[in-house]
Every structure is written in structure tokens, then in C-alpha cells.
């Protein structure tokens, strides 16, 4: 069974920035896309960005230029560094891998705060 770690959340000033980080254990097979998703209080969540096994990234509108996913297969990693952080930027960040067939797997999440 696939397990996510997430980790790199935390408090931060508008204008700051943190690097997301998610580790993948367990028997994977066929690996596809690997992302991150938010889900702030009282809102749907949402694909933040997400990045395929062929390097194909997709950000949301309101995060490009600003962040930037990257993965390391070999480590089973999926990161995300973002910057010029804004108050609308907190929410929980959750990581998720997507397989070629199954369900996709998902990280219990990890809080970002961006006071301003």
C-alpha cells in the first residue's frame, strides 16, 4: 500500500516563501501524474499544480509564476516551491499521485499559513 508524507508547511509573511515536499513508500506501480492540490476553509479543493511522468506540468492561474513543482522518480518525490506568497495562498496543501489505472492516493495534508 502506497503511503504520502507531506511536509514543509508552516507560517509565513506575505511575500515569503516555502518548498513543499512529499515522499511516496510503499509498492508503486505506473506511476502518471503526481500534484499537489489545496483546500482552504469552506471552499472545494483545488489542483494547485501537478506534473506527469513525462515532465508535463499544469498550474492554476492564480499560482503561475509564483510556484514550481518539480519530482524526482528515482526518489519517488514530488515537490513544490512557492513564492511571493499571498494571504489567499492558506489553505491545507495535500500531495497526490495518480497511477495509470486505480485510484489516485492522496497525503493527509499540510498546513500553509500566509499572514499579511
Known amino acids: 500500500q502506497v503511503q504520502l508524507v507531506e511536509s514543509g508547511g508552516g507560517l509565513v509573511q506575505a511575500g515569503g516563501s516555502l518548498r513543499l515536499s512529499c515522499a511516496a513508500s510503499g509498492t508503486i506501480f505506473s506511476i502518471n501524474a503526481m500534484g499537489w492540490y489545496r483546500q482552504a476553509p469552506g471552499k472545494q479543493r483545488e489542483l494547485v499544480a501537478s506534473v506527469t511522468s513525462d515532465g508535463a506540468t499544469v498550474y492554476a492561474d492564480s499560482v503561475k509564476g509564483r510556484f514550481t513543482i518539480s519530482r524526482d522518480d528515482a526518489k519517488k518525490t514530488v515537490a513544490l516551491q512557492m513564492n511571493s506568497l499571498k494571504p489567499e495562498d492558506t489553505a491545507v496543501y495535500l500531495c497526490?499521485?495518480?497511477?495509470?489505472?486505480?485510484?489516485?492516493?492522496w497525503g493527509h495534508g499540510t498546513q500553509v499559513t500566509v499572514s499579511s
Open positions: 497526490m499521485v495518480a497511477y495509470h489505472y486505480g485510484p489516485p492516493t
